[in-house]
């Protein structure tokens, strides 16, 4: 079956650390998202990518990074550099410019010990 | 970052009831998508909207694309205890955003029996 991973579902972070949340996709689609998302509050693209090797900020970029050397995979780090780092972290993947085909994982949640 | 402003934030109905949310912008979007969300998952895609005026239904769902391309409004008919989660629009902008989607704040839709 087609679709989207994301792991772990839950994850501890302590102070000064940094963590990979992992998402992979079997779905053959070019565009990867990376959202996050905190009680009351829409998602927030932090970073998307439209291809391999390449990404781009989105509107909260600051503290995060990723990479996109495969097609499948699009790791997003939450560097010691954000500072409120707790909250559902959700994974997605389109077709490139379809935003109609916008497919979400399950979410990650991160918490500080 | 754009956010889309969404109401209600939250509604309480009875089982039966229908039920009517909207999501506003400040921007013209080409697309309008409508998600839903339920605790500790992903949005579901429901309805996507591709034109001003563009009257949709997905069972008892009908969302409607506003003539201004500014608005966008979802309705539930005769709701059910599954119903239950949060609501979510987005847009799709115009060349140069359309890359990416803005997403309102979500409408918390609980129903009881």
């Known amino acids: 079956d087609g679709g989207i991973t994301q792991s772990p579902k839950y994850l501890f972070r302590k102070e000064g650390q940094n963590v990979t949340l992992s998402c992979e996709q079997n779905l053959n689609h070019d565009a990867m998202y990376w959202y996050r998302q905190d009680p009351g509050q829409g998602l927030r693209l932090i970073y998307y990518s439209q291809i391999v090797n390449d990404f781009q900020k989105g509107d909260i970029a600051e503290g995060y990074s990723v990479s996109r050397e495969k097609k499948e995979s699009f790791p997003l780090t939450v560097t010691s550099a954000q500072k409120n780092p707790t909250a559902f972290y959700l994974c997605a993947s389109s077709i490139a410019g379809r935003q109609e085909t916008q497919y979400f994982g399950p979410g990650t949640r991160l918490l500080v010990l | 970052g754009q956010q889309l402003n969404q109401s209600p934030q939250s509604m309480f109905i009875q089982e039966g009831e229908d039920v009517s949310m909207n999501c506003t912008s400040s921007?013209?979007?080409?697309?309008w998508l409508w998600y839903k969300q339920e605790p500790g998952e992903g949005p579901v895609l429901l309805i996507a909207?591709?034109?001003?005026?563009e009257l949709t239904s997905n069972g008892r769902l009908t969302a409607q694309f506003g003539i201004t391309r500014k608005d966008s409004f979802l309705n539930i008919s005769a709701s059910i205890p599954s119903d239950v989660g949060i609501y979510f629009c987005?847009?799709?902008?115009?060349?140069?955003?359309?890359?990416?989607?803005?997403f309102g704040t979500g409408t918390r839709l609980q129903v009881t029996l």
């Open positions: 909207l591709y034109k001003a005026g």
């Open positions: 987005a847009g799709q902008g115009l060349a140069g955003t359309a890359s990416k989607l803005t």
């Open positions: 921007s013209i979007f080409n697309t």
